[in-house]
């Protein structure tokens, strides 16, 4: 098993599991404990609650 480098262990360090982040925030840690030396991508899934049934309650957009 590989062991875990200083800085891997200072970036968890930082990050406090307990605690829900707004997104600004959210992405400012992201960018601040960056794990890889390239530029990183991050995804995101939304839970919408959406009832596809009914015609209201309709994405009608979305970004990529």
């Known amino acids: 098993m590989a062991t875990v480098s200083k800085r891997h262990k ?10 829900s982040y707004p997104v600004s925030g959210a992405l400012e840690l992201v960018k601040k404990t960056a ?4 530029d990183e991508s991050v995804d995101v899934a ?3 609650g959406i009832d596809a049934k009914k015609s209201d309650q309709q994405v009608r957009g979305s970004i990529v």
């Open 35 to 38: 794990t890889a030396k390239f």
């Open 46 to 48: 939304v839970n919408l």
């Open 10 to 19: 200072a970036l968890r360090a930082e990050i406090d599991r307990s605690k």
